[in-house]
DNA sequence: TGGATATTCTGGACTGAGTCAATAATCATG
DNA sequence: CATGATTATTGACTCAGTCCAGAATATCCA
């Protein structure tokens, strides 16, 4: 079944006009096999399948492919970049115990946040939102 | 002027259970000057105004300050943190180029952005929005 | 005023995330 | 298959921030 992924990606990695490696295959597969991922996760990940991979490789897929667009890095403060797969609008809601990352769909519509009561002279092009709070399990 | 922003930040400082400090009065002077400032930033205009301070106590104090809701500390992705001496319900709007920020005032009331879908079971009580896009000056 | 106690400051070592740069390997294309 | 362009590897390095232990200060209370 990862047959299926790997051939739609190397599509997908195609036309951003990526070359298709085992490198980048498997940073894919581990981003979409576990959404909301650090680097260094997805180096231990992508080792214990493609066997050894360097930093800088994971680094390198993971800026290519978040340039083109194909996946998304989300930078909460206070950790290191996370990782995701789904690259439409929406937005995540954080656990400020134990860090736990959900995706919320975008409440009101397409972009629909981008109202801001005044925009300085500022073009903006996305707002992003993140939602802080307790996840279920942290409510002891 | 400035013993006005001090005695009334002495008062906020000791009504908070921390003790008054030369440098944490400096401290708290850099950012009212300069809101959106980083922490090496700090460290400079403080030095130039005391004379010397530690990397160390900068950050003390500015953890302590933003515990206690004196100042604000914005994490924005892709940059240091920056710290803000206001506290109230207010979001940002940084340039994807300069990386300018600007504050925005809340574009529907108090704590509006609080609305969420689906809370996952989360008890939420933040929500932080950032806008992105391009300043004036940056647009050519 | 003068300690005793709690807190803060200092300087240096250290960590973690990520980048840089040079070399080697691999791919794409005629 | 030759050649140039991408991509990987390796190792050094930067940058922001924290940890630590001893020295210095501030606050509280008699």
Not at 68 to 81: K, T, V, Y
């Given at each position: 079944m990862s047959k299926h992924i790997d051939s739609d990606f190397r599509a997908t990695l195609k036309q951003a006009g990526l070359q298709v490696t085992a490198q980048r295959l498997a940073v894919y597969r581990a981003v979409k096999a576990c959404p909301h991922i650090m680097a260094d996760e997805i180096i231990s990940t992508v080792e214990s399948e493609i066997g050894t991979i360097s930093r800088q490789a994971v680094y390198d897929a993971l800026n290519a492919m978040s340039d083109h667009g194909l996946i998304r890095r989300i930078q909460p403060a206070g950790s290191a970049a996370l990782y995701e797969h789904r690259v439409d609008n929406h937005h995540h809601l954080i656990c400020r115990n134990c860090n736990a990352v959900v995706d919320i769909d975008c409440?009101?519509?397409?972009?629909?946040?981008?109202?801001?009561?005044?925009?300085?002279g500022y073009a903006i092009d996305e707002a992003e939102v993140v939602y802080w709070g307790i996840c279920p399990d942290c409510r002891t």
């Amino acid at each position: 079944m990862s047959k299926h992924i790997d051939s739609d990606f190397r599509a997908t990695l195609k036309q951003a006009g990526l070359q298709v490696t085992a490198q980048r295959l498997a940073v894919y597969r581990a981003v979409k096999a576990c959404p909301h991922i650090m680097a260094d996760e997805i180096i231990s990940t992508v080792e214990s399948e493609i066997g050894t991979i360097s930093r800088q490789a994971v680094y390198d897929a993971l800026n290519a492919m978040s340039d083109h667009g194909l996946i998304r890095r989300i930078q909460p403060a206070g950790s290191a970049a996370l990782y995701e797969h789904r690259v439409d609008n929406h937005h995540h809601l954080i656990c400020r115990n134990c860090n736990a990352v959900v995706d919320i769909d975008c409440a009101v519509g397409e972009a629909p946040c981008l109202i801001a009561d005044d925009n300085h002279g500022y073009a903006i092009d996305e707002a992003e939102v993140v939602y802080w709070g307790i996840c279920p399990d942290c409510r002891t």
